[in-house]
């Protein structure tokens, strides 16, 4: 007994590829940490084996652009005509009948509730003051998204139809949902010029990949029977898809045009960064700048309340197909056109309004006796998690910890005394049969005293290509070395770091507090109802907004952009989360249970097991979630390439602006594939 007991640790500590893949990147690190003194080219790629490629990207393209620009501004001359016609029928219509309008349609989809909200939206709309610019910003969604639907329908089909099409298509499809959305502002900034068509451009373009995908998956979707139904009745191909394909799949599209709905949304204030429209977005961007913030959060919650509204329609549209008494839709408007008859030379102009005008003076007044009541708290708050953990993350121990921040200098024994400290654990680790988990004890402990931002680009390489091949194989292992090498030569390595420390530090702390909340949401269902209108809130909120309420309290700086960061990509860990731990199936609970487990034991060795594979896809939402509000998030004090982008587009400097883009997508494209990969490993084991 006692021999086996003895030769248990000896078989249980064998070398797996997720120890060997630990163990390669660790000899790289330490190798590059010791020879930094006589080869600093090891730690720091020198600044004369960068490659122009920046110049050359933007050469490239101002070439091709330059071509194309007649044909660009025609369709945006085109695009005018609808834009403007748009404009004057939202800006002349009177505003009972807009109201009016809309509560018909919410009691036509979901009856009284959803007439409610559309109602008591659109008020909250016309007490703001902002009617006028909320119908613009209404306008360019009601342009943007037709186009959107029309090319992402399109797109969708021409893959179905086409099968060798689909891969590029998906290709296409994931670049363009990684790439930051201020990336390609610059080039369409140079085709289009600068006005309100342009910002309808780029609504259309970061509209249209979600109808796509959507597109793609119904038609996938479809049953094989009744595809063949369609063939045998003798319809021709159009016939089959047109009537037969398409309606079948009409649930799965049109959430794809919930998604496009939201995604249009989401683009206003972006847009209005190079529109110059008299929009909401516009309305939100300037108070931000002149620190007006109960203005701000007044124009930012004018957006959410158009979030939410049209999401909460769109959504019954697609899923519900239920629809109430059209008798009462009718007496909705004629009681609206009544209204405004008989009121008409009485109807107040929506834009001088100004009844919410106190609230949002209340609530700078607020926020300024606030900060100055609690300003202490408040800056030691950011001040000690910029200090204790930020900061040592960003540049390392031996760097962040001084007089002035920790009270005492870092100095080599304590780096020493750290990596013992780091050794001691990864072998207690090790001899309890834990050598992966000890190894990357030894790695974290080097990454914390050197600092995210500091690290070797060789360590950082193999490390990448370590988890690739442990993910993925040696495809994605190669694919991630050869993609990451493009930044290094390009000159972006440095900046490429700071965003990947960031990004990192916010979905690491997403992961723990989104999992944590996730976890008490599954266990007890009245946290959930708690929990779920605020995810409902969260999910509906256009990124820019988030940067209000952090900008309200903590400023202008790096830990606002983190908070920031954190709001926006925590959502999907909790929804994730919750979904994996609640959707155990029975048969394995009731084995559980049967066998005498506690609830602990349960949640532990059975569910938390299961779920593995549906929180890991929620981790890959939050880590594309966080990298999509980090340029966003540059806004308010980042530095990295999220900065870059937002400089490019002030500069109009493509080459700048689409390289550090396509370096921030890398980065996505590369942790998204990493944690698929694991995530479908973990769906392999579970025989799923």
């Not at 939202?90 to 409610?116: C, D, E, F, N």
């Not at 983190?562 to 394995?588: K, S």
């Not at 602006?657 to 590369?670: R, T």
């Amino acid at each position: 007994m006692s021999a086996s007991v003895d030769v248990l640790p000896v078989q249980s500590a064998r070398l797996t590829a997720g120890s060997w893949a630990a163990l390669i990147t660790l000899v790289v690190g330490a190798v590059c940490l010791a020879l930094e003194p006589i080869a600093p080219w090891l730690v720091t790629w020198p600044a004369a084996w960068v490659l122009p490629a920046t110049d050359w990207v933007g050469t490239g393209l101002a070439w091709f652009l330059n071509g194309i620009k007649p044909v660009a501004r025609l369709f945006s001359d085109i695009m005018a005509y609808p834009m403007n016609w748009a404009n004057f029928v939202l800006g002349k219509t009177p505003w009972p009948i807009v109201i009016g309008v809309v509560t018909a349609l919410g009691w036509y989809l979901g009856g009284l509730a959803m007439a409610s909200l559309g109602f008591f939206g659109l008020s909250f709309v016309l007490a703001s003051g902002y009617w006028a610019e909320s119908m613009n910003t209404l306008a360019l969604v009601a342009v943007s998204v037709p186009v959107a639907l029309i090319v992402g329908g399109a797109i969708g089909i021409l893959a179905n139809e086409i099968p060798r099409l689909k891969s590029i298509v998906q290709a296409v499809l994931d670049v363009m949902q990684t790439v930051p959305t201020f990336a390609y502002l610059t080039p369409l900034l140079l085709l289009f010029g600068f006005g309100p068509v342009v910002g309808l451009i780029a609504s259309a373009i970061y509209a249209a990949p979600p109808m796509a995908r959507n597109v793609m998956l119904g038609l996938e979707r479809v049953e094989h029977e009744v595809k063949e139904a369609a063939i045998m009745s003798g319809g021709n191909r159009f016939q089959q898809l047109f009537q037969v394909e398409i309606p079948s799949a009409a649930t799965q599209i049109m959430v794809g045009v919930n998604q496009c709905l939201m995604a249009a949304l989401s683009m206003v204030i972006i847009a209005a960064v190079i529109g110059g429209f008299n929009d909401i977005g516009w309305e939100v961007l300037l108070t931000m700048r002149k620190a007006q913030f109960g203005e701000s959060l007044l124009a930012g919650l004018v957006i959410v309340v158009f979030a939410v509204v049209i999401d909460r329609m769109s959504g019954v549209l697609a899923t519900e197909r239920q629809r109430h008494d059209t008798r009462v839709v009718w007496a909705i408007l004629a009681f609206a056109a009544v209204f405004t008859v008989a009121f008409w030379a009485r109807l107040p102009n929506p834009s001088e309004l100004t009844l919410l005008d106190p609230v949002a003076q209340a609530v700078d007044q607020g926020l300024t006796d606030f900060t100055l009541t609690n300003g202490a708290w408040l800056d030691a708050l950011k001040n000690n998690s910029m200090f204790y953990v930020l900061l040592p993350l960003r540049i390392g121990l031996d760097q962040a910890v001084l007089p002035f921040t920790w009270g005492f200098l870092w100095t080599p024994a304590m780096s020493y005394g750290l990596f013992a400290a780091g050794a001691l654990m990864a072998l207690l680790m090790a001899w309890r049969g834990h050598v992966t988990g000890g190894l990357t004890v030894l790695i974290a402990v080097g990454m914390l005293e050197t600092g995210i931002a500091n690290l070797p680009w060789p360590f950082v390489l193999t490390g990448a290509a370590a988890l690739g091949w442990v993910a993925g194989g040696r495809r994605l292992a190669v694919l991630s070395v050869v993609l990451l090498s493009t930044i290094l030569v390009s000159g972006l390595w440095e900046r490429a770091l700071l965003s990947l420390y960031l990004s990192g530090a916010a979905v690491f702390s997403c992961a723990v507090v989104g999992g944590m909340i996730g976890l008490a949401s599954a266990v007890w269902e009245p946290v959930w109802k708690v929990v779920r209108p605020i995810c409902d809130m969260l999910q509906t909120i256009p990124l820019f907004v988030f940067l209000i309420p952090v900008l309200m309290v903590f400023q202008i700086g790096e830990f606002s952009a983190f908070l920031a960061i954190c709001a926006y990509a925590i959502v999907p860990m909790i929804r994730y989360t919750r979904h994996g731990l609640v959707n155990t199936p029975d048969e394995m609970m009731e084995a559980a249970i049967s066998s005498g487990a506690t609830e602990w034991q349960i949640m532990r060795d059975v569910r938390a097991p299961y779920a593995a594979p549906t929180i890991l896809l929620g981790l890959n939402q939050t880590i594309l979630y966080a990298f999509a509000m980090l340029v966003i998030a540059a806004l308010i004090g980042t530095t990295g390439l999220g900065q870059s982008i937002y400089l490019a587009l002030g500069q109009a400097d493509v080459g700048l602006g689409i390289s550090a883009g396509a370096a921030m997508a890398i980065l996505a494209l590369i942790a998204d594939r990493m944690v698929q990969g694991f995530a479908e490993e973990k769906r392999k084991a579970l025989g799923l």
